[in-house]
């Protein structure tokens, strides 16, 4: 069965551009020019990726993403022609699992729609919960819970997590995260990795004096 990509932009160029490139990927694209339309398409259909462009009338980018995420759990590429921090860091809180700044490569978009949708979910077992302290991380209901209240993280903060938790007390290249949490073909950049251990930092509370800097080398999740 062929993936399915919802492609949102006021442009109609761009919508063209990306419809053209993903059609050839051997992909399904439904349009949208606007981001009420973009709900209430996800409402009514399933899709397995929508890239989202931020600036757009009536409602951004950033609240359609939130609004689409209310519904169903789809993942998101977001498109800006901006590349600020913070649009990135609102962006990432709002659930977008990347973020492409224009003008971009429509090949490269269409790569990083690939890493996205073929994205496996390993299978845990029932009791696979780890606990230090008042942190908890239960991988299989994917929830995190700090000193009892529940942590609201964003889906990539979720996987940065788990994987640095399985992998605690050893140090982990900035390279490595990258590759096993992005994708061995992801063709972002480093700031995306910064951005997101900063997002995670202030999800942990007071536990973010786990997530531990190696400067020059990269991250560790540091229980010992």
Request: proline share 3%; charged share 35%.
């Amino acid at each position: 069965m062929k993936k399915r990509i919802l492609v949102v932009d006021d442009e109609e160029k761009i919508r063209l551009i990306i419809r053209k490139y993903g059609e050839f990927e051997g992909y399904e694209i439904t349009e949208a020019a606007n981001g009420m339309d973009a709900v209430k398409l996800c409402r009514e259909r399933d899709f397995d990726l929508v890239i989202l462009d931020v600036m757009m009338p009536e409602l951004d980018g950033f609240s359609t993403c939130a609004a689409i995420k209310k519904e169903k759990d789809i993942p998101v590429l977001m498109l800006s022609a901006r590349g600020e921090e913070y649009d990135r860091i609102h962006g990432f809180e709002c659930g977008v699992d990347d973020y492409v700044v224009k003008p971009f490569s429509p090949r490269e978009l269409m790569m990083r729609a690939k890493v996205i949708m073929g994205r496996g979910k390993e299978e845990e077992s029932a009791m696979d919960i780890f606990t230090y302290e008042g942190l908890e991380v239960n991988f299989t209901g994917r929830i995190v819970t700090v000193d009892g209240k529940r942590a609201e993280l964003s889906p990539k903060e979720y996987d940065l997590l788990f994987y640095l938790v399985r992998n605690r007390n050893i140090a982990l290249e900035r390279e490595k995260l990258i590759t096993e949490v992005w994708g061995y073909d992801y063709y972002g950049d480093d700031r995306t990795l910064d951005t997101h251990i900063k997002l995670l930092r202030s999800s942990l509370g007071p536990y973010r004096r786990l997530l531990v800097t190696l400067r020059g080398v990269g991250y560790r999740f540091e229980t010992e």
